[in-house]
T-cell receptor, first 115, second 112 residues
Framework: KAGVTQTPRYLIKTRGQQVTLSCSPI?????VSWYQQTPGQGLQFLFE???????NKGNFPGRFSGRQFSNSRSEMNVSTLELGDSALYLC??????????????FGPGTRLTVL | QKEVEQNSGPLSVPEGAIASLNCTYS??????FFWYRQYSGKSPELIMS????GDKEDGRFTAQLNKASQYVSLLIRDSQPSDSATYLC????????????FGAGTRLFVKA
Protein backbone atom coordinates (compact mmCIF):
# COMPACT_ATOMS: atom_id res chain seq x y z
CA LYS A 1 0.00 0.00 0.00
CA ALA A 2 1.16 3.51 -0.68
CA GLY A 3 1.83 5.57 2.42
CA VAL A 4 0.43 8.90 3.46
CA THR A 5 1.32 11.63 1.01
CA GLN A 6 1.41 15.35 1.62
CA THR A 7 1.75 18.22 -0.81
CA PRO A 8 3.54 20.49 -1.12
CA ARG A 9 6.60 19.39 0.81
CA TYR A 10 7.95 22.90 1.24
CA LEU A 11 6.23 26.25 1.18
CA ILE A 12 7.34 29.82 1.73
CA LYS A 13 4.71 32.49 2.37
CA THR A 14 4.63 36.00 3.74
CA ARG A 15 2.69 37.31 6.71
CA GLY A 16 -0.98 37.89 5.99
CA GLN A 17 -1.20 35.37 3.19
CA GLN A 18 -3.20 32.19 3.38
CA VAL A 19 -2.09 28.66 2.61
CA THR A 20 -3.70 25.31 1.81
CA LEU A 21 -1.98 22.01 2.52
CA SER A 22 -3.12 18.66 1.18
CA CYS A 23 -2.99 15.14 2.59
CA SER A 24 -3.87 11.84 0.95
CA PRO A 25 -4.29 9.03 3.50
CA ILE A 26 -3.42 5.38 3.12
CA UNK A 27 -6.01 3.63 0.98
CA UNK A 28 -8.89 2.46 3.16
CA UNK A 29 -8.11 4.81 6.03
CA UNK A 30 -11.02 7.05 6.92
CA UNK A 31 -9.45 9.17 9.65
CA VAL A 32 -7.03 12.00 8.98
CA SER A 33 -5.41 14.00 11.77
CA TRP A 34 -3.32 17.13 11.43
CA TYR A 35 -0.48 18.21 13.70
CA GLN A 36 1.80 21.20 13.96
CA GLN A 37 5.37 20.54 15.03
CA THR A 38 7.73 23.29 16.19
CA PRO A 39 10.98 23.02 18.14
CA GLY A 40 9.51 24.87 21.10
CA GLN A 41 6.07 23.26 21.33
CA GLY A 42 6.60 19.78 19.97
CA LEU A 43 3.76 17.98 18.21
CA GLN A 44 0.47 19.79 18.71
CA PHE A 45 -2.86 18.30 17.65
CA LEU A 46 -4.83 20.51 15.27
CA PHE A 47 -7.89 18.48 14.31
CA GLU A 48 -9.15 15.11 13.16
CA UNK A 49 -11.52 14.34 10.33
CA UNK A 50 -13.48 11.14 9.90
CA UNK A 51 -15.91 10.51 7.07
CA UNK A 52 -15.86 14.19 6.02
CA UNK A 53 -16.70 15.42 9.54
CA UNK A 54 -14.42 17.17 11.97
CA UNK A 55 -14.56 14.94 14.98
CA ASN A 56 -11.96 16.48 17.27
CA LYS A 57 -10.19 19.81 17.49
CA GLY A 58 -7.13 21.04 19.34
CA ASN A 59 -6.51 24.44 20.88
CA PHE A 60 -5.70 26.47 17.80
CA PRO A 61 -7.27 29.74 16.63
CA GLY A 62 -9.98 29.79 14.01
CA ARG A 63 -7.41 30.79 11.37
CA PHE A 64 -6.67 27.08 11.19
CA SER A 65 -9.34 25.10 9.42
CA GLY A 66 -9.67 21.93 7.47
CA ARG A 67 -11.93 19.68 5.53
CA GLN A 68 -12.14 16.14 4.29
CA PHE A 69 -13.46 14.93 1.00
CA SER A 70 -15.48 11.82 0.20
CA ASN A 71 -12.31 9.99 -0.89
CA SER A 72 -10.81 10.74 2.59
CA ARG A 73 -8.30 13.20 1.21
CA SER A 74 -7.97 16.17 3.50
CA GLU A 75 -6.92 19.78 3.22
CA MET A 76 -5.81 22.17 5.90
CA ASN A 77 -6.03 25.93 5.49
CA VAL A 78 -4.32 28.64 7.46
CA SER A 79 -5.50 32.19 6.85
CA THR A 80 -3.75 35.44 7.72
CA LEU A 81 -0.42 33.79 8.30
CA GLU A 82 1.74 34.87 11.21
CA LEU A 83 5.46 34.37 11.72
CA GLY A 84 4.67 31.89 14.49
CA ASP A 85 2.90 29.63 12.03
CA SER A 86 6.25 28.55 10.63
CA ALA A 87 6.38 24.85 11.40
CA LEU A 88 6.31 21.33 10.07
CA TYR A 89 2.70 20.35 9.43
CA LEU A 90 2.12 16.64 9.67
CA CYS A 91 -0.82 14.62 8.54
CA UNK A 92 -1.54 11.16 9.93
CA UNK A 93 -4.07 8.60 8.81
CA UNK A 94 -5.63 5.61 10.50
CA UNK A 95 -8.49 3.27 9.67
CA UNK A 96 -10.92 4.48 12.33
CA UNK A 97 -9.15 7.26 14.18
CA UNK A 98 -8.28 8.06 17.75
CA UNK A 99 -11.55 6.81 19.18
CA UNK A 100 -10.18 3.30 18.90
CA UNK A 101 -6.87 1.58 19.38
CA UNK A 102 -5.92 2.54 15.83
CA UNK A 103 -2.35 3.33 14.95
CA UNK A 104 -1.67 6.58 13.15
CA UNK A 105 0.71 6.62 10.22
CA PHE A 106 2.38 9.89 9.39
CA GLY A 107 3.06 11.52 6.07
CA PRO A 108 6.39 13.23 5.30
CA GLY A 109 5.06 16.63 6.33
CA THR A 110 4.89 20.07 4.78
CA ARG A 111 7.55 22.52 5.94
CA LEU A 112 5.92 25.97 6.04
CA THR A 113 8.07 29.07 6.39
CA VAL A 114 6.37 32.42 6.97
CA LEU A 115 8.49 35.49 6.22
CA GLN B 1 1.13 19.49 34.64
CA LYS B 2 1.62 18.49 31.01
CA GLU B 3 -0.71 15.78 29.78
CA VAL B 4 2.15 13.60 28.53
CA GLU B 5 5.59 14.11 30.03
CA GLN B 6 8.92 12.81 28.89
CA ASN B 7 12.46 13.56 29.93
CA SER B 8 13.75 15.72 27.10
CA GLY B 9 17.27 14.34 27.40
CA PRO B 10 19.51 14.07 25.65
CA LEU B 11 20.03 10.50 26.76
CA SER B 12 23.42 9.18 25.76
CA VAL B 13 24.25 5.47 25.85
CA PRO B 14 27.15 3.46 24.44
CA GLU B 15 26.59 1.09 21.55
CA GLY B 16 25.31 -2.27 22.77
CA ALA B 17 23.80 -0.88 25.97
CA ILE B 18 20.16 -0.74 26.99
CA ALA B 19 18.41 2.59 26.49
CA SER B 20 15.47 3.27 28.79
CA LEU B 21 12.92 5.92 27.83
CA ASN B 22 10.14 6.95 30.16
CA CYS B 23 6.78 8.65 29.84
CA THR B 24 4.01 9.60 32.26
CA TYR B 25 0.49 10.70 31.38
CA SER B 26 -2.25 12.48 33.26
CA UNK B 27 -5.50 11.12 31.79
CA UNK B 28 -6.28 8.04 33.86
CA UNK B 29 -8.87 6.96 31.30
CA UNK B 30 -6.34 6.61 28.48
CA UNK B 31 -6.40 3.22 26.82
CA UNK B 32 -3.96 3.38 23.92
CA PHE B 33 -0.25 4.16 24.09
CA PHE B 34 2.32 4.48 21.36
CA TRP B 35 6.03 5.03 20.88
CA TYR B 36 7.22 6.79 17.74
CA ARG B 37 10.75 7.39 16.53
CA GLN B 38 11.57 10.58 14.67
CA TYR B 39 14.83 11.19 12.89
CA SER B 40 15.91 14.77 12.36
CA GLY B 41 13.99 16.33 9.50
CA LYS B 42 11.73 13.30 9.10
CA SER B 43 8.21 12.46 10.22
CA PRO B 44 7.45 10.17 13.18
CA GLU B 45 7.33 6.44 12.54
CA LEU B 46 5.60 3.98 14.81
CA ILE B 47 7.76 1.62 16.83
CA MET B 48 5.35 0.08 19.31
CA SER B 49 1.79 0.25 20.50
CA UNK B 50 0.60 -1.11 23.84
CA UNK B 51 -2.86 -1.30 25.34
CA UNK B 52 -2.62 -3.66 28.33
CA UNK B 53 -0.60 -3.57 31.51
CA GLY B 54 2.69 -5.40 31.32
CA ASP B 55 5.41 -5.83 28.75
CA LYS B 56 5.23 -6.11 24.98
CA GLU B 57 8.31 -7.12 23.07
CA ASP B 58 9.15 -6.61 19.40
CA GLY B 59 12.70 -7.45 18.43
CA ARG B 60 15.08 -5.21 20.34
CA PHE B 61 12.23 -3.07 21.63
CA THR B 62 10.13 -3.65 24.75
CA ALA B 63 7.26 -1.40 25.77
CA GLN B 64 6.07 -1.47 29.36
CA LEU B 65 2.74 -0.12 30.60
CA ASN B 66 1.58 0.46 34.16
CA LYS B 67 -1.85 2.10 34.13
CA ALA B 68 -2.04 2.34 37.92
CA SER B 69 1.11 4.46 37.92
CA GLN B 70 0.19 6.12 34.61
CA TYR B 71 3.58 5.22 33.26
CA VAL B 72 4.82 3.94 29.92
CA SER B 73 8.39 3.05 29.06
CA LEU B 74 10.40 1.86 26.08
CA LEU B 75 13.52 -0.24 26.41
CA ILE B 76 15.92 -0.58 23.50
CA ARG B 77 18.31 -3.47 23.88
CA ASP B 78 21.65 -3.70 22.10
CA SER B 79 21.42 -0.02 21.13
CA GLN B 80 22.88 0.89 17.76
CA PRO B 81 24.05 4.26 16.43
CA SER B 82 21.11 4.06 14.00
CA ASP B 83 18.79 4.23 17.02
CA SER B 84 19.92 7.82 17.59
CA ALA B 85 16.72 9.83 17.18
CA THR B 86 13.96 11.54 19.14
CA TYR B 87 11.46 9.15 20.70
CA LEU B 88 7.91 10.39 21.11
CA CYS B 89 5.43 8.94 23.55
CA UNK B 90 1.81 9.29 22.45
CA UNK B 91 -1.41 8.68 24.34
CA UNK B 92 -5.00 8.56 23.09
CA UNK B 93 -6.99 10.73 25.46
CA UNK B 94 -10.72 11.16 25.95
CA UNK B 95 -10.53 14.45 27.84
CA UNK B 96 -12.28 17.20 25.92
CA UNK B 97 -12.87 14.90 22.98
CA UNK B 98 -10.81 12.07 21.63
CA UNK B 99 -7.35 13.09 20.53
CA UNK B 100 -3.80 11.84 20.49
CA UNK B 101 -1.43 13.74 22.74
CA PHE B 102 2.29 13.57 22.18
CA GLY B 103 5.04 14.13 24.66
CA ALA B 104 7.82 16.55 23.79
CA GLY B 105 10.13 13.65 23.01
CA THR B 106 13.41 12.32 24.36
CA ARG B 107 16.54 12.70 22.27
CA LEU B 108 18.65 9.56 22.28
CA PHE B 109 22.30 9.42 21.25
CA VAL B 110 23.98 6.06 20.85
CA LYS B 111 27.75 6.40 20.83
CA ALA B 112 29.74 4.02 18.65
Amino acid sequence: KAGVTQTPRYLIKTRGQQVTLSCSPISGHRSVSWYQQTPGQGLQFLFEYFSETQRNKGNFPGRFSGRQFSNSRSEMNVSTLELGDSALYLCASSPLGVTSTDTQYFGPGTRLTVL
Amino acid sequence: QKEVEQNSGPLSVPEGAIASLNCTYSDRGSQSFFWYRQYSGKSPELIMSIYSNGDKEDGRFTAQLNKASQYVSLLIRDSQPSDSATYLCAVNSNTGGFKTIFGAGTRLFVKA
